[in-house]
């Protein structure tokens, strides 16, 4: 019971502290998934190919998420279902989504 307790207000306070849109609104959720989050950039990367298309497909499956437009496989999905639609703002899911190209990008960071 005070290990979950625990858990719970470790949560609330990494929300808390969390830097910018990106951290408080992706990271967080993100951190109990077998998937990381480097992972799914490398599907959409992999899927849409251009910086370009990988925001506008991130952005799309965000407002409108869908088990048909994931990048996520059939088992991920059965196991860990469709993510709630947005709740953040435009301004704040373009930010987010810019946070998570640069954070996880290859181009220009291979030698």
């Known amino acids: 019971m005070v ?3 625990m858990k719970i207000l470790l949560f609330f306070i990494s929300i808390l502290n969390a830097q910018n849109v990106f951290e408080r609104n992706c990271v967080t959720c993100h ?11 490398k ?3 992999l899927i849409y190919s251009s910086e370009t298309n990988v925001k506008a497909g991130i952005k799309h499956y965000l407002r409108y998420p869908s088990k048909d437009i994931s990048a996520m496989s059939d088992l991920f999905i059965d196991t860990y279902g469709i993510k709630e639609k947005t709740t953040l703002s435009p ?3 373009d930010e987010a989504v810019n946070i998570y190209w640069e954070k996880y990008k290859v181009f220009g960071k291979l030698k």
């Open 91 to 93: 301004k704040e899911l």
């Open 43 to 45: 599907r959409y990367l």
């Open 31 to 41: 951190q109990t998934l077998p998937a990381t989050l480097q992972e799914m950039f």
């Open 3 to 5: 290990k979950n307790i």
